[in-house]
């Protein structure tokens, strides 16, 4: 199997996770070769704006192995995010060396808000994208001839690739990779990195629970965390209520008022959205899932699963379900 190259573009202020995560995936991707010892699918190469070190946002020190000038033919980029990539200058300098070198390099990808160096070249004009969630709704601001989606880990569109916040690269170089390797060799990476080989639903890349704690200060904010961790108990009004030292009808109203949402369908998405991630699971079952996040029976777990996603709980375990790759890969 041919060596690929993949450069990853380099600047101060980069978000460290956004490089060096796509960067251990793609070097834990081994086949075996003819003498039956591990071969490396890839060469990975660090390319600096100049030959100087540069700092990520955390501090991290990171040496290029190259430059934007004397930077070698590559397969696939990635332009990872970070700060430093908003600052018009660097952004406009990576912009301008994608966009003269995009013609040969057969996929360009950006992790997170790589997505404005990208956007900037003009290449995805029209396209479908997505990015970060808190800069999404910038993003389309800013390149309005952008398609941005929000809510996927990541998306293809032609030979461009975008994704998420900060982990989704990891999600994206797997799909890279599967794309290339094939799935046993994506899989082995992902066991190598202890990570999903494929995460469930859409980006989804922060809880509800979660969203409302970071705005929080009453006591819906630990309610809703609480809730998370007993979706199999009983999470009635009258328990929910109970709870928070209110009674029923004042606290649905106030539930409501907070969330959006009334408790129940509030407890239903909980219940649906930790189901999607459980059925991906190995040696679960739809049954045991159903119980699991507190369904009464599978039938009515199955039916609220397709009122919600378009899709029965079964098919959307098999659209995911990777047990037959483990064996494989065995």
């Known amino acids: 199997m041919k060596l690929r190259r993949v450069g990853f573009i380099g600047f101060d202020g980069v978000m460290a996770l956004d490089l060096v995560g796509p960067i251990d995936a793609f070097t834990s991707a081994m086949i075996e070769g003819a003498d039956g010892a591990p071969r490396p699918c890839y060469e990975t190469v660090i390319i600096g704006l100049d030959q100087k070190c540069f700092a990520s946002e955390s501090g991290v020190v990171f040496k290029p192995h190259t430059t934007l000038r004397r930077a070698p033919a590559l397969d696939t980029l990635i332009i990872p995010g970070g700060p430093g990539l908003r600052n018009p200058k660097t952004q406009a300098i990576v912009a301008e060396w994608v966009k003269s070198r995009a013609a040969k390099i057969r996929r360009i990808a950006s992790v997170c808000t790589g997505l404005y160096g990208l956007a900037h070249t003009g290449l995805l004009d029209g396209r479908r994208v997505t990015t970060h969630w808190r800069y999404a709704r910038d993003v389309a601001e800013r390149f309005p001839k952008l398609q941005v989606d929000p809510n996927i880990l990541h998306c293809q569109d032609g030979p461009f690739y975008t994704s998420a916040g900060v982990t989704s690269g990891i999600d994206l170089s797997l799909a890279l990779i599967e794309e290339d390797c094939g799935p046993t060799v994506a899989l082995a990476v992902a066991r ?83 189901a999607r991630e459980r059925l991906c699971l190995p040696d679960q079952t739809v049954e045991l899932v159903a119980r699991s996040v507190g369904f009464h029976s599978p039938d009515a777990f199955r039916r609220a699963f397709e009122r919600r996603f378009g899709i029965n709980p079964t098919a959307y375990r098999k659209r995911f379900d990777t047990r037959g790759l483990r064996r494989s890969a065995n």
Request: charge should be positive; charged fraction near 30%; hydrophobic fraction near 35%.
């Open 192 to 274: 190598e990195l202890v990570v999903y080989l494929k995460r469930a639903g859409g980006q989804e890349q922060y809880s509800e629970p979660l969203k409302f704690q970071t705005r929080s200060k009453d006591r819906f904010g630990d309610l809703a965390a609480w809730m998370q961790g007993h979706l199999e108990g009983d999470l009635s009004v009258e328990t929910l209520a109970r709870r928070s030292r209110l009674c029923p009808r004042h606290f649905s109203r106030r539930f409501k008022g907070a969330f959006g949402a009334s408790p129940a369908r509030f407890v239903e998405d909980l219940r649906l959205g930790q």
